[in-house]
Structures are given as structure tokens and as C-alpha cells.
């Protein structure tokens, strides 16, 4: 078995799911638990079993399991954003998943996920301008990032800057991948809505 590039399977992973291609995202966690079963690599094991909990909606199953993969790798962001979101999920314990989001930004500070995601849930919770702050600083890692520039749209919206969502979905369309043909009518119809108004 070739070695396996856990980084970039990841962030295939990241997107199946961000996008809800949930048939990609099985068969990536699969891949990656298979690869890492074979390489002994207890951090990634964990991490993949952890995955295909959160693609069938066992969250604190995962959070068992993301615990192990933090415990393994302490340095790991990506285990640290999941378990945010799958106590967010399971519980609605916004400080609990804020303080997991902070950790996982103290270990690994750049990875643009983590800013994303603290961003989405700021914002969930009305703390808006926190958001912003956490979308630019995903933008400054990540330009190109889709997701986030619709999540900027949405924090605009929630206060009322019509200017600043319009650009910000454009700027998702600009950069959207276009085999995601569902999600780009979606913002395309958002943003004819306030291009009407």
C-alpha cells in the first residue's frame, strides 16, 4: 500500500461534507481509516473513525473519538474544529465548542477551517462583527474559499449591509467549484433577491 498524503485527504474530506457530498465523504473517511490502519497511526485512525460518526450523525460517538485523535496529536486543529461542531450539535454548548475552537486556533493557527467554522457559530449566536473578524482572517489563509464568502454574505445580512452581502456572494460565485451546480443556484437566487430589492 502507497503512503498516503493524510493532509490532503482531509481536505478532500472537508469539502464532501461542507458541500454534503456525503457518498464522497464515506468513501474518503474509509480510505483514510483504511490507510491509517495500515500505517499504525493512532492520531489518524481516530480521526477517521470520528469522521464516519459525524457523516452518519453520531456526534458524541465522535466526540469520543476526537478526543482520542487530540490525545494522540495534541497539535491537531482539524480534531479540535470537529469536536466544536459535534458538541455544538449535540449539546448547544456554544462556550464549550468556542473554547474547542480557540484551542484548536492556539495549535494549529493556520488552518483556515477552524477561523471558518468559529465564524459560522459567532454568528449563529448574533456576535456578528466577531464573525467578520473570523471570515477575513479565513480569507487572508484561504482566498479562494467559496464557503466563507457566502457565510460573509450572511453576516452582512444579519446586519443589514446589502452592499457588502452582494459582493461577498459574488465573490462565492466567482469562486465556487462548478460541479456544485445546487448550492450555486441557491446563491444565485439569494443574490437576485437583493439585486431586486
Known amino acids: 500500500m502507497e503512503t498516503i498524503d493524510f493532509v490532503k485527504l482531509r481536505q478532500q474530506l472537508d469539502e464532501a461534507v461542507t458541500y454534503a457530498d456525503f457518498v464522497a465523504a ?13 500505517q499504525e497511526n493512532l492520531n489518524e485512525i481516530m480521526y477517521f473513525r470520528a469522521q464516519r460518526e459525524i457523516i452518519d450523525e453520531n456526534y458524541k460517538e465522535a466526540i469520543k473519538y476526537l478526543g482520542l485523535a487530540i490525545k494522540y496529536n495534541p497539535s491537531d486543529g482539524a480534531s479540535y474544529n470537529d ?21 484548536g486556533i492556539a495549535v494549529e493557527p493556520d488552518y483556515a477551517t477552524i477561523h471558518h467554522n468559529k465564524g459560522w457559530l459567532l454568528n449563529k449566536l448574533g456576535r456578528q462583527e466577531e464573525a467578520i473578524l473570523c471570515f477575513n482572517k479565513t480569507l487572508e489563509l484561504e482566498p479562494g474559499r467559496a464557503v466563507t464568502y457566502e457565510n460573509l454574505a450572511d453576516v452582512y445580512l444579519n446586519l443589514g449591509v446589502k452592499q457588502e452581502a452582494i459582493k461577498a456572494f459574488q465573490n462565492a460565485l466567482k469562486y465556487l467549484n462548478r460541479n456544485y451546480t445546487e448550492i450555486k443556484e441557491q446563491i444565485e437566487d439569494k443574490l437576485n433577491v437583493l439585486l431586486s430589492e
Request: with cysteine.
Open 26 to 38: 464515506r468513501c474518503l473517511a474509509d480510505e483514510g481509516l483504511m490507510n491509517a490502519q495500515y
Open 83 to 103: 469536536r466544536a461542531l459535534c458538541v455544538f450539535e449535540s449539546t448547544g454548548n456554544e462556550d464549550q465548542a468556542l473554547a474547542d475552537f480557540d484551542k
